[in-house]
Structures are given as C-alpha cells and as structure tokens.
C-alpha cells in the first residue's frame, strides 16, 4: 500500500500557482515566506528535507554583531547584525538571552600591523597572526558604538591576569588579559524557525503554503517542478516570481532551475556537545570566545547543561555528506587544554556532534575564516520568470535579510513592501513575561489545572505558545517513563501541528532531546509511540522510524546510544 500524501503537499497541488514560490527552508527562507505573507502576497514554501535540517541547524546558538568582522572591513554588516541581536532580545525573549562572553588575550601588541596589511592588501590570504589586547580593545571599542542600543547593553571591560584567574581560576595562567563583553544566546534555534514559520503560515491564511520533505528537481517551461520525498510524485507549480533561498545548495538549485551559476563557495563548521561538568564550571556561565593558536575564532559555550565547542572553517562540497571528523575533535580537544589547561577532556565527555555548510559567496584564494558573511541578492530569470538567489546571510540577520528578499520579490510583482517586521514578536516571544513575577503571574493565568512547574518547564520550552500545549496535555498526565520532562500528548502536539515526517524531525528540531545527549533505543521507542498516534504511524513504521534514527544519529552526530537518559 503506498504512502498516503500529507495535506500540506495536497494544498500545494491542489493550487499549483502562487505569486511566489520560495525554495528552501531554512532561517532565510522561512523568514522570507513570513515577510511576504504578512505583505498579503500568495506565497509558497518547499524545503528539500525538513525545516531548517541543512545550514540552520548548524549555528553556534550565537546571535552576535560579530566583532571578528570588523577587521574584515565589514562596517555595515557589524551594525546591521548588533542591531537585530538587540531587536531580537526583544522580539524573541523565550529563545534569545543576553550572554556574556569574555576573550582570553594571551599577548598585547600582537597582529596591530598584520590585521589591516590582511585586509587592505593580501584580502586574507598569508599567515594569520594573533590578535593582541591593543587590537582587541580598538575593536570593542568600535563595537560598543555599533552595539549599545541606547546604553541598554553594557559597555566591554577589560581585566589583567590577577582580576581574570580571580574571576575564572581555572583560565590558562599565562593569559595576560581578558576581555568581556555582550552579544546574546540562541538557546533553540530551530524552534525559534518554527515559530516564524508558524507565524507566517498564521499572518498568510489560505494564501500561505508551506510543505518541507518537497524537492525543486526540475523545470518545465515556465513551471518549476516538484518532487515529494515521501511519495516520490512529482508534480508542477508555477509562479510571478521564483526566490531560491537554498543556501550553500544555491547553484544546485539554481541549476536544477536552468539556471546555472556560480555564487556559492561554502565552509564547513563542526561542533561537539560535552558533558563535562568540571568545564561547565570553569566557563563561569559565559562564552569563552578566542583566537586558537592557528588564528581561527573558536567558542567555548555553556548551553543546556552540557558545553559546546566550535567550530572549524575548511573549504567544503555541497553535493557531499558532511560530519565532524575526527582531526576536528582533536583540533577541538586541543583548543579547550589551550585555554582550560587543567581540565581533562576526552572523547567520553563527547555527547553529541553536527557540521554544516555556511552559506559563504565564491572566495576563489581568500582564507576560509576572511570570507566575507555579508549577503547580496541576485536577480536573473528562467523562463521569463524572475528568479531571485539569496547568496550569504546568518542567523542573526535573518529579519533584515527577508527583509530585502521580500522588498525585492514586491518590487518585481509591482508592488510596495508595506509591513515591517521589525518590532513584531516571534511566535511564543509575544506577551512573553521577561521578570520573575510576571512568569508566575503567566503560569498562574495559562496553567490550566497543571501543576504550576510544568506550566513554568513549557513557558520555557516554547515562550508563550505553550498555552497551546498544555491545552493537548491532559491534567494529571504522568511524563514518558524513559524521556522525562517530555508527555506523550506534548509530543503528540508536536508531531501534529508542527509538520513531524520523520523521527528524526522531533529528535533532532522539534526538541533539544539529541543534542543533550543520553538517547537510548527505548527513548526512541516511547517518541515514536507518542507521534505515531497522531502522524498514523503503525507499529511497523514505528520501527523503522526507530531504525533510522538510530543510524542518523550514528552517521551524522557520533552519538552510539551509549548514555543512559540525563534531564537538564
């Protein structure tokens, strides 16, 4: 018996046309299906596999101004990044935090002639060098300008060796400075694109579609054609105007399209998840963010319990699989005896690992880590029809981004971009209490007969709209025996209204269950028992969904099932 077809794949076919056909779902292109539903415009989403599951599920959890940039000369991009980050502090609290971070500083003068020969003259080729405390402390200098939003961010500081250890004692000894400043936290990054994606498709109505698991393959004539990964039917819809949003897949996609290009040169960036209490510690609750000894910019990140480490930056292929290797980890192990040189850290510690491609321009020579993170719009035509490619973005620009996207996509149907997005809430981030009264004060309003801690766990978990879900969780329901602090009904919610196709989907995005560490087979089981009922999955199909996460998680995140189940 074949698959039956999901209704969001129906809703697509039904109405193969739409005034705009955006391909690719991760951050940029979600952002960019809500900017130009909230424009009114009919619009439609396919994204190849699911949500943000490519280059968006690969971020350091960081939305920062990125001060390594300025050296780069990249002066807009900096104040274009520090103030999203502060308008997302205020538009996505449930998910975005203010985070202290402090720079380990090992010399004083170092790289003050090197950085701008780099940037003036040899554009990032050559040996780097390290970045000293004089050309720190100029950099956060100009940062502050760029980052203070109103003084509402705290100016950076500067400690000698003696105020540093005393603050952090187990720092590497021969550091002679540290300094410290404030960018923000990413607690959740995929939910937080859920939460735009659920926005959109609620500000659009009936004229926002969206459907993940639905491939670009083709072109005929005018009509793009689309493929359904579960199904594997293939059918065509046609649009006013074409965004390719596919990030380092752009020239795949753009060639599938018949239209070939060559904007895209990605880098690859791997991290590992740690549960090593010992280095939790020693971070003191902030991000270590530093120049390893190779001039590479590395964090050391507290984050869920557990501490992340990242992220590399080498040259990397699209159209091949990609994981952390083991020279990465080693790098890694390297970097944390770098800055922690008393606390021993082994593959033992390792509870999770992922990788993906940035979505970087074509960089020809320019060093990996000098690659500009700046993005531009290309506008070509396929058809006739106008074809709009998205190269470069980050998370933290994401708004600003569909912004332009969609104020491009107006302009090319003839019509004015109306609507900011700029001081609109996200998803749960609305109404969401930002004091500790004002969290009991919300539990005690939304709780709905449930214990008032798991009202607090959910506001945590999903901001404001886990009114929604404690509404599918019936009072008095125990937690799943070997996920706790999950319900079945929650997960059920999940998989229900959230797109759920796979087990993968919930492990890996809808949650934060993989990336903690400790899944065992028997966790996997009781999820895909908990989603089953709602997505129709019969005991075989349980099975396999358990399969195949099982390999994923082996394949692409070195997890082997060995951990026992540890709540955060």
Partial sequence: MGQAERAEVTRLRERPHADVLVIGGGINGIATFRDLALQGVDVALVERGDYVSGASSASSHMVHGGIRYLENGEFRLVKEAVTERNRMLRTAPHYVQPLETTIPIFSTFSGILSAPFRLLVTHGRGKR???????????????????????????????????????LPELNPGI??????????????????????????????????????????????????????????????????????????????GGALGAPSRYMGGTKGSHIVLDCPALLEATGGRELFFEHSDGRIVLIYPLRGRVLVGTTDVDADPAAPVVCTDDEIAYFFDLIGHVFPSIPVDASHIVYTFAGIRPLPRHDDTAPGFVSRDYRIEQSAVAGIPLLSLVGGKWTTFR????????????????????????????????????????RDWVSA??????????AALLERYGTRASDVLAAIPVGAAELELVPGYFAAEIAHIARTEHVVHLTDIVLRRTGIAFVGGVTEGMLRQLAEAAGEAVEWDAERQ??????????????????????????
């Fill in 400 to 439: 600003a981004v569909a912004e332009h996207l969609s104020s491009r996509t107006m302009a090319a149907l003839g019509r004015a971009h109306a609507v900011s997005t700029a001081r609109l809430p996200i998803g749960g981030g609305k109404g969401y209490p930002r004091t500790a009264r004002g969290r």
């Fill in 129 to 167: 060098r390290e970045r000293g405390a004089l050309l720190i402390k100029i950099g956060l200098v100009i940062y502050d300008l760029f980052s203070r939003d109103g003084g509402t961010v705290p100016r950076h500081r500067f400690r000698g060796r003696t105020r540093s250890l005393e603050e």
């Fill in 543 to 568: 099975e396999a969904e358990v399969a195949d996460t099982v390999e994923v998680l082996r394949r692409d995140h070195r997890v082997e099932m060995e951990h026992s189940w540890q709540t955060t």
């Fill in 176 to 253: 002679r400075y540290t300094a410290t400043y404030f960018d923000a936290s990413m607690r959740d990054p995929e939910r937080l694109a859920l939460d735009v994606l659920h926005d959109g498709l609620a500000d659009g109505g009936s004229r926002a579609r969206a459907a993940n698991y639905v491939a670009a393959v083709g072109r005929n004539g005018a009509a793009v054609r689309l493929r359904d990964a579960e199904t594997g039917a293939e059918f065509e819809m046609t649009a006013r105007v074409v965004v390719n949003a596919s990030g380092p897949w752009t020239d795949l996609t």
């Fill in 446 to 455: 939304n709780a709905q007969g449930h214990d008032p801690a798991i009202a």
